[in-house]
């Protein structure tokens, strides 16, 4: 059987450079910041907290490098997943692609609670239909709805199209940004340096929040989940991938600033939504707190967004490889996206505001898990294929290759070190029990895959995965033929 007789779905291409770079950095910013900062603040010092994000930054950006280098080199769907079957093969490919999809459920499925907690802040919802209790959290069923609702929506979006979703995205990345300048620029005038105190905690207190770095970062790595969609020179990618990291940075730096030029060390702590009560603060106005919680709102739905985008694209991905069940990798015959796999992560999404407030803490720790892992064999796999395929044509290949990819594999190391119990920020039972049942589901849709296409020659996984361009078959014959 010859590779032709497999069906191959393609996605369409209609994504430019502003909607690329509005998807990366949109994705990166969620509801962190508002909800965060003050802790940040309170670990390390405005200062220090500043500097841990700096720090953090350069460190994300060594694994970005990766990404910057691997993605237009291999601009398909499914991102991690394309480059570890590069580098491993089937089964490191499928356990890259099943954990960052775990991080992109998990992130996700955390923004229902989170954009209901924001909602709420902005105007009261009535406590109607009391449900249960969970970790001292009350769930009402008109709470619940608030997010349930914006779930549907942005599965809607990017059902009926990845152009709908991005056009969103843009617009509502705008708004993230223009709430970012008045917060900048109020409490920078309205502000004193006084209530930055204290600067600086201790070293620990640095190191603490350098921890939380790769949560806030997340985002940036959707970008190749949609690369086979993008309508852009390919060295165009690597540049807004970089520009993405750069711009959150510098996005959370600010954030930081202007939380600690609002208000001093008493009004923070006594905050129950830092960045907004303390901008409130500043400006002598409850009218400037809710400005605040517009724009995090902004920031939950792009992020919210971008992962049920690169969750979905994995998921398309990993159905077209034959490594999960078909319908997964089903293209809609009139919209051209992968429906079904948008469907089951809205639905997902639409599940966890079952859980409540209090199981923000638990699913955005979960998934930062899998984003390590991905983050690791992604590394990995850029400095095997270096080793594999150093002839391979790289649009864009990153200064001193080698050094990069080692301190990329470094750096997950030591992130999924901090996760693990003899690490300082291990997950608790709850946490390792949300990656148990996911990579418990992981190893009965591989034994089933492994099952129902075990007669799939390894040419005919290379061309699903790769399609006939970038298949190693075929750039071997091209080499050939030149």
């Known amino acids: 059987m010859g590779s032709d007789a497999f069906e191959r779905n393609v996605l369409k291409r209609t994504m430019g450079n502003i909607d690329v770079l509005a998807f990366g950095f949109g994705t990166m910013i969620g509801w962190g910041w508002v909800m965060l900062a003050g802790g940040w603040v309170a670990d390390g ?40 079957y590069r580098g491993f093969g089937y089964t490191g490919s499928w356990i890259t692609g099943w954990m960052i999809t775990f991080a992109y459920v998990g992130v996700a499925a955390f923004e229902g609670p989170s954009f209901a907690t924001a909602v709420n802040y902005l105007v009261e919802i009535p406590k109607v239909g009391y449900l249960w209790t969970i970790a001292g959290f009350d769930v009402y069923v008109s709470w619940m709805a608030v997010g349930i609702i914006m779930s549907l929506i942005l599965t809607y979006l990017n059902y009926i199209g990845i152009k709908s979703a991005t056009v969103f995205q843009t617009l509502a990345s705008g708004g993230i940004i223009i709430g970012g300048l008045v917060l900048v620029f109020g409490s920078a005038t309205q502000g004193s340096v006084s209530n930055m105190e204290p600067l600086i905690t201790s070293g620990h207190g640095i190191l603490t929040v350098m921890l ?12 190749p989940q949609a690369a086979e969609e993008m309508s852009i020179p390919l060295k165009n990618i690597s540049k807004i991938l970089i520009i993405s990291i750069l711009m959150a940075a510098v996005w959370y730096i600010a954030m930081i600033f202007g939380l600690g030029m609002s208000a001093p060390e008493s009004v923070r702590a006594a905050a129950d939504i830092p960045v907004p009560d303390a901008f409130a603060y500043v400006m002598g106005h409850w009218a400037f707190g809710k400005i605040m919680i517009i724009a995090a709102l902004l920031g939950i739905v792009t992020s919210w967004n971008g992962f049920i985008i690169g969750g979905s694209r994995v998921l398309f991905a990993m159905a077209r490889a034959k490594m999960i069940p078909e319908i997964f990798g089903k293209v809609h015959p009139k919209y051209g996206t992968p429906s079904f796999s948008v469907i089951f992560i809205g639905v997902i ?10 199981a923000l803490v638990w699913l955005i720790d979960a998934s930062a898990f899998g984003t390590v892992v991905a983050y690791f064999m992604v590394a ?10 150093p002839e391979l044509a790289r649009p864009y290949k990153a200064p001193a290759g080698p050094f990069v990819g080692v301190v990329a594999v470094a750096v997950a190391l030591f992130f999924l070190w901090t996760y693990l119990p003899i690490g300082p920020a291990g997950l608790i039972p709850v946490e390792w029990a949300l990656v148990g049942i996911w990579v418990l589901l992981g190893v009965v849709f591989y ?3 492994k099952a129902k296409y075990k007669n799939v020659k390894e040419a005919e996984y290379e061309y699903l995965m790769f399609g006939k361009d970038y298949s190693r078959k075929h750039i071997m014959n091209a080499k050939k033929n030149a």
């Open 349 to 358: 999404v639409s599940l966890a505001v079952f859980l409540g407030r209090s």
């Open 380 to 389: 990995l796999s850029f400095l095997l294929v270096r080793f594999k395929e």
């Open 447 to 449: 034994i089933w895959a």
């Open 212 to 223: 939380v770095v790769p949560a806030m970062f997340v985002g940036f790595d959707v970008i």
């Open 45 to 84: 010092g405005t200062l220090g907290a500043m500097i841990a994000f700096v720090g953090g930054a350069i460190l994300c950006i060594f694994v970005g490098l990766t990404y910057a280098e691997l993605t237009p080199m291999l601009p398909l769907s499914g991102g991690e997943l394309v480059f570890a």
